[in-house]
């Protein structure tokens, strides 16, 4: 199965800044997804990104806060913009293969002070 | 839209009892069935999965059928260890490519010696 390698795997930020998170895949993957897992709760589908296209966003979730790359097919960013408290959470890339199933990154936790 | 509810928790039990933790789901069509684990601070696992109706999946003594007629997917465990201590959650998919898993909100389980 894949592997996943996402970084950082946390950090601190001042609120009203951005933070970049990246996430590398050891091989080609069609579908990437971004999650949002707050703080005792469960994990929260924010995007969906397909390699040579925009990502597709579920409800709730918006582009300009949420900015994705997916510039090839092993490799994208998700950016967290204009930071607030309220953004402090883990936030995780995963990728399905097949009958390899899903596969996830190990996280950013994300803390907004 | 699809979804899926879990039984709140935490649940708790000694050392040897039997595990429940029951799933249930809401989804057009016939989605595949997951169970996830997150240890203490460690990344999700694949417990086991089932991709149709009357499917049993399971590992490390962990079980879970596919019941359609029910729409229920519940975990069970004959005999806890502490080791099991985690949150549990169950997850559902579409059967189409590259369409993303779907949480619940998680099950805590603590399990003392």
Redesign the interface.
């Known amino acids: 199965s894949a592997v996943i390698s996402q970084k950082p795997s946390r950090d601190i930020c001042q609120r009203g800044t951005s933070l970049t998170i990246q996430c590398q895949v050891d091989s080609q993957v069609t579908m990437m997804f971004w999650y949002r897992q707050q703080p005792g709760q469960s994990l929260t589908l924010i995007a969906t990104a397909n390699q040579g296209s925009e990502a597709t966003y579920e409800s709730g979730f918006v582009i300009d806060k949420f900015p994705i790359s997916r510039p090839n097919l092993t490799f994208s960013t998700l950016t967290v913009s204009n930071m607030s408290p309220e953004d402090s959470s883990i936030y995780l890339c995963s990728v399905v293969q097949g009958d390899y199933g899903y596969t996830f990154g190990s996280g950013t936790r994300l803390t907004v002070v | 839209g699809d979804s899926v509810t879990q039984m709140e928790g935490p649940v708790t039990l000694s050392e040897e009892a039997f595990l429940t933790i029951n799933c249930t789901y809401t989804a057009t069509g016939y989605p595949s069935l997951?169970w996830y684990v997150q240890y203490p601070g460690e990344?999700?696992q694949?417990l086991l999965?089932a991709t149709k109706a009357d499917d049993k999946g399971s590992n490390k003594g962990f079980e879970a059928t596919y019941r359609k007629e029910t729409t229920s997917f519940h975990l069970e465990k004959g005999s806890v260890q502490v080791s099991d201590s985690a949150v549990y959650?169950c997850a559902l998919?579409r059967n189409q490519?590259?369409t993303?898993?779907?949480?619940?909100?998680?099950t805590t389980l603590s399990v003392s010696s």
């Open positions: 997951f990344g999700l694949l999965k959650f998919t490519a590259g993303a898993l779907i949480f619940g909100k998680g």
